[in-house]
């Protein structure tokens, strides 16, 4: 089960009752956030969820809004005597952007380990994830995010009898091990079916719509995305300061096919993104207007 | 008129429902500020004031809860395209901190000007304001504040008809400018009565107890005191952190007399403040906990 909470919805700046866009993510156990902007750690608070398991921040670009929260949650972490290193993803520049705000957070018990990106598309494997970096366009470099969950074939029992292996190297087999016994050597490919399909949630902000996104959301159970203005007229400045409205957002998630879509990261002057659902549903009717704190747990298909 | 606002009232984190401990004073059309966390700019929001007429932040220290919200703020202020200049109050080091953290805040589109404390006590004369800086005793180098409204004498309309000064020329004299004129140089001295008592509201976070609050705070009006523990026996910890327990502060403001006197910069630990008032009042009952987004209009006395 892979937990997922859009903790804020807005872009800019936070507002009362709006914090702004960021991701968190929870699976076996370990937690993985998207972005951290002023008063994600409270948005954290707010929803019940807790900071240390807390083990990878991916960002998407190093604007104010998505990365001016990080100094406070280090020391949060801090204070409540974190050990565990903290592993930070983001494009090239990650190290020296962080170190730079580091100057109100200089001591810390916890070692922070840096992943830079600097391909058009980079592959991450991370605690259970796997993590999809994709270049958007944006008037600084971004990146938005597939945080993926694979799925392992069914366990033949059949085929296990068939090799004749002893019932009790199954886990291990089931698990991808290999194991070397009396009886012989038993490879997982010899009693695992073909792979089944995962999870993938898909993250994009900050960005014009590009072939890219879509290709990452194709059929993703949960498209996450970007629409800052609602408003129609609003296209000019959506080109201008590289943003999305709501209908050019909905046109990639049709497109790539999503399960369910979510809209996100509103300009601070749309105050009611509920009031322009008709319109984008004409486009794509899975598209729902994100809201701070929802969330949703997916499951594997059965 | 000085009107006061207690932003927040947490310290180290800002939490669901408590801000972040800062100030923001109005007076005569010009605001200022001291400190600005982590979630400051929403508090005000909330609060209803405005960024526009900020034109001083003063800072108390470098703890990320005292200024982590400085970006954001500054980014709010230059998406509502302000041009006026900026100033910045803090001790020594000011410029270096404040370009690190703007890493992620590069480009605004008004100055910022930096006025750099280095002596154990500093008058600044802004905007009406007279500021007086005095340096307190935390683990880094921190400072607390005085902000001074100063009220002249009386006009007076016997000594001004003594002096046979035309009543044309009252006016320039009561603002305190020399008339030089046909009828002869007339100076404010000749009709101004002794200087009367201002307003005085004294502010001091992060520090334990040293001599200068009681010194700084003497007879203020309202004197805003930290005060991070309430529960009992958590006065080795308060020396261990460079704090205060909510007696410690009492006994400040019993000692200084102040009018009135409010507790923040709560520890997350301490959830009712007001449960540990009964013994505070044994101390000093003038002195409440303060509460975030409270407010007071400070006229001059009659």
């Known amino acids: 089960m892979l ?11 936070p507002l009362p009752k709006r914090w702004l866009t960021a991701l968190m993510a929870r699976f076996n156990g370990s937690s993985l956030l998207i972005d951290c902007g002023e008063g ?5 608070k707010e929803k019940g969820w807790t900071f240390k398991p807390i083990d990878t921040i991916c960002f998407t670009h190093y604007h104010a809004d998505h990365i001016s929260g990080l100094p406070g949650l280090l020391l949060t ?7 565990e290193s903290l592993t930070l993803i983001g494009p090239k520049g990650l190290q ?15 070692e922070i380990k840096y992943i830079e990106l600097t391909e058009q598309m980079q592959t991450i494997e991370r605690k259970g994830y796997i993590i999809e970096a994709y270049k958007v366009k944006h008037n600084v470099i971004c990146y938005g995010y597939n945080l993926i969950i694979k799925r392992t074939g069914k366990f033949l029992v059949d085929r296990a009898n068939e090799h004749g292996i002893p019932q009790k190297y199954w886990n291990q087999l089931q698990k991808g091990n290999t194991v070397t016994a009396e009886e012989g050597t038993f490879t997982p490919d010899m009693v695992m079916g073909p792979e089944r399909k995962g999870i993938k949630v898909s993250y994009f902000t900050d960005t014009r719509p590009v072939p890219a996104i879509e290709t990452a959301a194709q ?4 498209f ?5 203005y609602g408003e129609k007229g609003k296209e000019a400045k959506a080109k201008e300061y590289k943003h999305m409205t709501f209908y050019e957002a909905a046109r990639i998630g049709a497109r790539a096919d999503v399960k369910e ?3 996100t990261h509103y300009s601070p002057s749309l105050i009611r993104p509920e009031d322009y659902m008709k319109d984008v549903h004409k486009i794509f009717d899975r598209c729902i207007p994100g809201k701070d704190g929802k969330s949703v747990e997916i499951g594997f298909e059965d």
């Open 3 to 13: 937990d997922i909470c859009l903790l804020g919805t807005g872009g800019m700046m």
């Open 40 to 44: 994600t750690q409270i948005a954290i």
């Open 77 to 83: 972490m801090g204070n409540a005597d974190r050990k």
């Open 96 to 110: 020296k952007v962080v170190e730079s705000v580091r100057v109100i957070a200089p001591e810390l018990p916890f």
């Open 219 to 222: 059929n993703a159970d949960l």
């Open 224 to 228: 996450i995305c970007e629409g800052m």
């Open 261 to 263: 879509m979510w809209l």
